[in-house]
């Protein structure tokens, strides 16, 4: 079955800690995102790739840094500098780079809660 | 700035009625996408609907159809026959059509509760 994995479901992190979500993609798409949700709001974009070894920041990106090596995963780490990481945290993917009206699907999601 | 604006935060309906469910936009383009997704409880985010703006008509996916005013920057999502299983969050989203990356920009959703 195709689709986007994100793990670890539920992850702690104490403070001061850089902490790494996985994202994975099996639908051979070239477009992936991150985007962070905190509670009663909508969804922010932190980062996205449009191709292999490419990748811009989005609305939130201060605190966050990602990387794209292939075209099936798209890793974010929390770094320290993220003053308040506690939220839950989406991937999704596109299956073009042009981003021009392409319907994005969403992974299970990550819930961070620092302690 | 483009911005979605969702007003109301909470709604519920008696199973098998309709509800319709309220989204404006504001945008100084005019090519654009439209979207409406549902987040259940499990927090999966799931495609309902999606609507292109160059197109007059409105999108139908089963029970759930949108009433697109591209004048009145307007996006209502109607839910007929509503079902327990329609219990969720809902999300408008735009999308500009020029390269932003395919950058979402969401409301704040309603909560929306059927009841048996």
């Known amino acids: 079955d195709g689709g986007i994995t994100q793990s670890p479901k539920y992850l702690f992190r104490k403070e001061g800690q850089n902490v790494t979500l996985s994202c994975e993609q099996n639908?051979?798409?070239?477009?992936m995102y991150w985007y962070r949700q905190d509670p009663g709001q909508g969804l922010r974009l932190i980062y996205y790739?449009?191709?292999?070894?490419?990748?811009q920041k989005g609305d939130i990106a201060e605190g966050y840094s990602v990387s794209r090596e292939k075209k099936e995963s798209f890793p974010l780490t929390v770094t320290s500098a993220q003053k308040n990481p506690t939220a839950f945290y989406l991937c999704?993917?596109?299956?073009?780079?042009?981003?021009?009206?392409?319907?994005?699907?969403f992974g299970p999601g990550t819930r961070l809660t620092v302690l | 700035a483009q911005t979605v604006t969702q007003s109301q935060p909470e709604m519920s309906v008696q199973e098998a009625e309709t509800v319709t469910l309220s989204c404006t936009y504001d945008?100084?383009?005019?090519?654009?996408?439209l979207f409406w997704y549902k987040q259940p409880p499990s927090r999966q985010m799931i495609l309902v609907i999606r609507?292109?703006?160059?197109?007059?008509q409105n999108a139908t996916e089963n029970r759930f159809s949108v009433n697109f005013q591209k004048a009145a920057k307007s996006f209502s999502l109607k839910i007929s026959d509503s079902q327990l299983g329609d219990t969720a969050m809902y999300f408008c989203?735009?999308?500009?059509?020029?390269?932003?990356?395919?950058?979402?920009?969401f409301g704040q959703g309603t909560e929306l509760s059927v009841k048996p």
């Open positions: 999704a993917s596109s299956i073009a780079p042009s981003g021009a009206g392409d319907t994005q699907y």
């Open positions: 639908l051979n798409h070239d477009a």
């Open positions: 790739s449009q191709i292999v070894n490419d990748f």
């Open positions: 945008t100084s383009e005019n090519n654009y996408y």
């Open positions: 609507q292109e703006a160059y197109k007059q």
């Open positions: 989203a735009f999308m500009t059509d020029y390269n932003q990356g395919g950058k979402l920009i």
